[in-house]
């Protein structure tokens, strides 16, 4: 503005001198202005292709940056390709059952040798068949004895199922001790288990061997039911009552192979029921009970009621130390083609954990009702001494005065006197025990 | 008269029908109870006063697992010894290892101590890693982050409630941290033995060296070799203390502390475990009064 001012004033004080001089002027600065808008608009057309160019830059770099990352990526690709197949595409490690492998061996002093402890009956209960091949399982020999190494497999199938193996392998022999499925997934408190497996009449007869406390059968087992217990092919349906105290009734239907006790085959002929509860007597003190049948017939066509019941009160001392007294009776009413016979045992047994290495125990056996004419003062002491160095190895020594033995043909009865020293371990994901 | 009485007796049920919880030690029953008050039914399967590894599995504790909603654990396999014969004896699929209702608190904790070989050789080793975060209060916000999700899944008509339950217990424990963290300042660098790697995430966290163990493995009972040659380590490392569960033996620590000078101090390893420990607060104020005082 006073730019302008100043020109004008300029020009009126030039036009006041010399009129040509002012023409002159004012075409020269025409002239002037002209010009400097030339260079104004050169200049904005340069700065305008600048800023074009800066953007172009700016978008090359990027692109640039980004080829490169492109490279990087390719070669690690290319590195980590390789032409031979070293990876496991279908690799099932992880579906892998759990593996468990149990091992029991014996070394035994009897004062019976071992030909005449083969031929063993119990008077009333057995009887000795010099044609048969005797059923002994463990700790047969007097000397040394290898018992069986165990294998048990568990795996999960499935949403809806479980499976679970256990092989038992004898020096000779290879036995399928147990092999099921168990439903995982049933609503209201029910379960389902089907294929061969040891049945949950009373108390120990669905306990393995490897988990006894002492390591013979007790003698009302053997003597009902033969050394393998209920052991059979068939299904089983438990159901946990919702109730605040634990109920569960189980109910089974198996093929009947036990031919001690069953064994008829011309159909599946074995049907068994239970019922068990448990409830604390104090903090520290749990009681478990059970009732049990098992109705069946046997290999002479009639029928057989087996009744069971057992009671365990487990009484924990500390972490590591416990009181546990466990006793079952077993009831049994078989019909034969020679009439009604009625026959009972029971066992009861005290074992003290001391601490987390060392138990101690003693049981009784008693058969002490038989069939007429036939001995009722059949039974048997046993006292043991375990040490456990480690959770899965464990170490019994036991002694058995036994009077329920008669040997061979000529119905001599015998006490027998034993004393064995065992070892059982459990190797591999072998799953923890129940009560 | 009588369908209305019926009604509402029936809308009471409804109305008191409460989410069964399951926990399988107390700690753990605390967190849920804090987070799910009173919409919530906490049991709790283990006894403070016995070693959480080895809680006898007793069938009395069926019924509660059986009638779960949901189901606690503290998992890393401390309770590998006694909760899945219960499991399996319950039949009910909803706390079924592996269903949305079993709850692993261990997931929710960063695993210290994780064994580079895994053989029983070394004992009774864990191979996820050390299972007794429990010990270290700074474990307990983010349980009970993860049980509120847990709960807020599996109940979702009072997940507003959990998540608000929540926010006050965080805030409160946030607060209480403060005083622990102050408190247990005072013993950082100071040199412990302890009988079992019990206390390994609380000793971490606040700069205490645990040196030894009174086991020599993990779940083997102390021998004389060991217990002499640990006699040795601490006059010589001049260390003068040692942390005693409350379930184990503990002649042994009170042989090498006659031996040693050091002085045996029992940790509670959860909440009511000695008395005076009956809230998750007094647990951890116990253990910081009786390392730091």
């Known amino acids: ?435 | 008269m009588k369908k209305t009485t019926l009604l509402l007796s029936l809308l009471s049920t409804v109305v008191f029908a409460q989410f069964n919880v399951v926990a399988s030690y107390p700690y753990l029953g605390r967190i849920v109870k804090a987070v799910g008050g009173d919409n919530v039914k906490v049991k709790v399967l283990a006894s403070p006063r016995f070693d959480p590894h080895f809680v006898i599995p007793k069938p009395s504790l069926i019924p509660a697992i059986a009638r779960a909603d949901m189901l606690v654990a503290n998992g890393a396999g401390l309770e590998i010894g006694w909760l899945p014969p219960l499991l399996k004896s319950a039949n009910n699929p909803k706390v079924r290892i592996s269903s949305t209702g079993f709850v692993d608190a261990s997931h929710a904790i960063r695993l210290i101590d994780k064994p580079k070989a895994v053989s029983r050789a070394y004992g009774d080793v864990h191979p996820e890693g050390n299972p007794h975060f429990n010990s270290d209060p700074h474990n307990i916000i983010p349980i009970a982050k993860y049980v509120t999700k847990k709960l807020s899944q599996l109940d979702i008509s009072h997940a507003q409630e959990y998540h608000h339950n929540l926010t006050q217990f965080a805030t409160k424990w946030k607060r209480f941290l403060k005083t622990f963290d102050a408190q247990m300042k005072t013993c950082k660098s100071k040199k412990v033995v302890q009988y079992h790697e019990l206390y390994n995430y609380l000793l971490k966290r606040y700069g205490i060296r645990s040196t030894a163990t009174i086991e020599p493995l993990p779940g083997i009972a102390p021998s004389s070799k060991h217990t002499i040659a640990l006699i040795q380590k601490m006059k010589k490392e001049n260390i003068k203390m040692i942390l005693q569960d409350p379930y184990h033996e503990k002649k042994t620590a009170h042989f090498i502390a006659a031996k040693t000078g050091a002085k045996v101090t029992v940790i509670p390893h959860d909440v009511g475990a000695v008395s005076g420990t009956d809230t998750l607060k007094t647990f951890y104020e116990t253990i910081a009064t009786r390392l730091c005082h």
């Not at chain 1, 168990?182 to 490897?210: C, D, V």
């Open chain 1, 1 to 435: 503005m006073t730019k302008k001012i100043i020109l004008l004033s300029m020009a009126a004080s030039v036009s006041l001198f010399a009129q040509s001089e002012l023409e002159e002027v004012k075409a020269l600065l025409a002239q002037q202005i002209k010009t400097t808008q030339a260079l104004q608009k050169r200049l904005e057309v340069l700065e305008k292709k600048q800023t074009k160019q800066a953007k172009i830059a700016k978008r090359q770099a990027r692109t640039i940056r980004e080829t490169k990352k492109q490279i990087a990526v390719a070669k690690t690709q290319q590195e980590e390709i390789p032409t031979v197949q070293t990876t496991k595409t279908f690799d099932q490690k992880s579906f892998l059952p759990d593996i468990a492998l149990i091992l029991d061996g014996s070394a035994v002093g009897r004062n019976v040798d071992n030909s005449t402890y083969e031929t063993y009956y119990m008077p009333g209960f057995s009887t000795y068949d010099p044609s048969a091949e005797a059923e002994i399982p463990f700790n047969k020999n007097r000397g040394f004895n290898f018992n069986y190494a165990e294998l048990a497999l568990h795996s999960t199938v499935g949403p809806y199922f479980d499976a679970d193996a256990i092989f038992h392998l004898h020096p000779d022999e290879f036995e399928i001790e147990e092999a099921y499925i168990t439903s995982r997934t049933l609503p209201y408190g029910l379960r389902a288990k089907a294929g061969k497996f040891r049945s949950e009449f009373g108390r120990i007869n669905s306990i393995h061997q490897h988990a006894w406390k002492f390591t013979s059968q007790p003698l009302a087992f053997e003597a009902l039911l033969g050394t393998e217990g209920i052991n059979d092919a068939g299904v089983q349906l438990q159901w946990v009552l919702p109730t605040d105290t634990y109920l569960m009734a189980g109910f089974e239907a198996m093929q009947g192979n036990n031919d001690v006790s069953f064994g008829d085959t011309e159909e599946n002929n074995l049907y068994i029921g239970y019922l068990k509860s448990s409830f604390d007597l104090t903090d520290t003190t749990t009681l478990l009970a059970g009732t049990s049948i098992a109705h069946g017939k046997n290999e002479d066509g009639h029928n057989t009621d087996l009744y069971g019941a057992d009671l365990t009160i487990k009484t924990a001392l500390d972490s590591y130390s416990s009181l546990l007294w466990q006793s079952e009776l077993l009831y049994r009413d078989k019909t034969t083609d020679s009439g009604s016979e009625k026959q009972a045992g029971y066992y009861t047994q005290l074992v003290y954990q001391y601490d987390q290495n060392w138990a101690a125990g003693i049981r009784y056996d008693d058969l002490f009702k038989n069939i007429s004419d036939q001995p009722d003062d059949l039974d048997r002491y046993t006292a043991m001494l375990e040490y456990k160095p480690f959770e899965f190895t464990k170490f019994r020594l036991q002694y058995t005065y036994d009077r329920s033995k008669a040997f061979g043909t000529d119905d001599q009865r015998k006490n027998i006197s034993e004393i064995l020293l065992g070892f059982t371990i459990e190797a591999g994901a072998h799953g923890a025990h129940a009560f």
